[in-house]
């Protein structure tokens, strides 16, 4: 690889570190003034959070996606179009501003629990957990390969009392967003058909980065949880 080709390299690690910021800022400002918060519909708290991204990053490349689904919208699929719908005072809400991310290269999503319910408290805590626990198995063996990374977040999920609510747990940085092709393409993804080291070059001879996405589903509950950030830069 050049200097040039390192320079490159610096500059696109500066570039992902950078978006995950700006997201993270995005979603602690948005909770602060209260732009995602019962009462609200999801359109409503969408078109606050878009406000507040202009303001933290300036015009953004905006792809197709809800930013805020709540409550029984929590455990759709991701692709399906669904209904707006106001937020209730008990629900679950899953913050996805991926779609604010498509010129940033990767995602960032968070879940919040307005109410006291203990599973969906439990559930939020859990998504958190199984992403630790899944980075620090993926630093913990340096030839570690998608298939066998999916298994082991699996376990964990299992073993918190969740199920994995997608075919995958993440993405290389610069994927597009999920559709019908991506499935096809399981062995460029954390998912079990990946049989490929994740540490290795892309197909641009850079090194392969990685968005983490942790998707919990509690089916008889009826409500649903992601987390998305870096795995392998943070």
Sequence with gaps: MTVGDRMDERLRVLRLLEAERMAR???????????????RSESEAESAIRGIARE????????????????????????????????????????????????????????????????QRRLVEDLYGVFRDGRGTF?????????QLHAEVRAFALKAGWDLGTW??????????EDASAAARGEEFIAPENNKPLRRTDHAGFRAHWTMEIR?????????????????LV
């Design 168 to 177: 995958h747990v993440g993405r290389p940085t610069g994927a597009a967003a």
């Design 139 to 147: 630093r913990g063996d340096e030839n570690i390969t998608g298939g």
């Design 25 to 39: 800022a995005v979603f602690d400002r948005a909770m602060e003034e209260g732009a995602i918060t019962p009462g």
């Design 56 to 119: 933290v990053a300036g015009p953004m490349l905006s792809g197709p996606g809800r930013l805020v689904r709540s409550g029984p919208h929590t455990v759709l699929p991701t692709g399906r179009r669904i209904p707006d719908r106001a937020i209730g005072v008990d629900d679950l809400v899953v913050v996805d501003l991926s779609p604010l991310m498509v010129g940033h290269e990767t995602g960032f999503a968070r879940t919040v629990a307005f109410g006291e319910d203990p599973g």
């Design 216 to 232: 919990l589903v509690d089916t008889c509950g009826g409500f649903a949880g992601t987390h998305k950030q870096l795995l392998d």
